[in-house]
T-cell receptor, first 114, second 110 residues
Framework: DTAVSQTPKYLVTQMGNDKSIKCEQN?????MYWYKQDSKKFLKIMFS???????INETVPNRFSPKSPDKAHLNLHINSLELGDSAVYFC?????????????FGPGTRLLVL | RKEVEQDPGPFNVPEGATVAFNCTYS??????FFWYRQDCRKEPKLLMS???SGNEDGRFTAQLNRASQYISLLIRDSKLSDSATYLC???????????FGTGTRLQVFP
């Protein structure tokens, strides 16, 4: 049973396209996150949602729009993809917010923009 | 100064060796500290939380020095399966925001 799942696992697309990545967690957690890990392996938070409410928006370009239809899902839509968007995007969840709880990561979505 | 700094390594050690990693953080108000492990092309996974008094989990020992603002991880009796990148993670001000170091790569050889 996968705790945090993401689809797709790989995404190759052209510049200028719009794409979505989906994330689901079956852990019953209240808080979900999106992280970006670039080519230098630097992992940086993008967004955090607590029970469908946006908590953190880390100065991400507004081409990136997260959506949380319910607390088990946090999707990421990216408009007008750019070369610099190429990275691995990880979804994560934790039981509570506040940064005190373990965060469980999904397997990642490898995005390549050509 | 980076919020969380680690030596990227790689640390190449033989099986059975003891190896230690350090990490420094810039925000003296940080409250929560963790070590995560990330295998190649995999997601990060929690290795252990770091408590003020220091804590041990099997072959792994984590220490926190608040005065000097550094965290350490000691691995004893290294196994081949310990080969991975170890991420130092710090929470700022009890928000949801975790700051990840860039990781220290460990390679254990036979």
């Amino acid at each position: 049973d996968t705790a945090v799942s993401q689809t797709p696992k790989y995404l190759v697309t052209q510049m200028g396209n719009d794409k979505s990545i989906k994330c689901e967690q079956n852990l019953g957690h209240d808080t979900m996150y999106w992280y970006k890990q670039d080519s230098k392996k630097f992992l940086k938070i993008m967004f955090s949602y607590n029970n469908k409410e946006l908590i953190i928006n880390e100065t991400v370009p507004n081409r990136f729009s997260p959506k949380s239809p319910d607390k088990a899902h946090l999707n990421l839509h990216i408009n007008s993809l750019e070369l610099g968007d190429s990275a691995v995007y990880f979804c994560a969840s934790s039981r509570l917010g506040g940064g005190l709880e373990t965060q469980y990561f999904g397997p990642g979505t490898r995005l390549l923009v050509l | 100064r980076k919020e969380v700094e680690q030596d990227p390594g790689p640390f190449n050690v033989p099986e059975g060796a003891t190896v230690a990693f350090n990490c420094t953080y810039s925000n003296s108000a940080s409250q929560s500290f963790f070590w995560y492990r990330q295998d190649c092309r995999k997601e990060p996974k929690l290795l252990m939380s770091v408590y003020s008094s220091g804590n041990e989990d099997g072959r792994f020992t984590a220490q926190l020095n608040r005065a000097s603002q550094y965290i350490s991880l000691l691995i004893r009796d290294s196994k081949l399966s310990d080969s991975a990148t170890y991420l130092c993670v710090v929470n700022m001000d009890n928000t949801d925001k975790l700051i990840f170091g860039t990781g220290t790569r460990l390679q254990v050889f036979p």
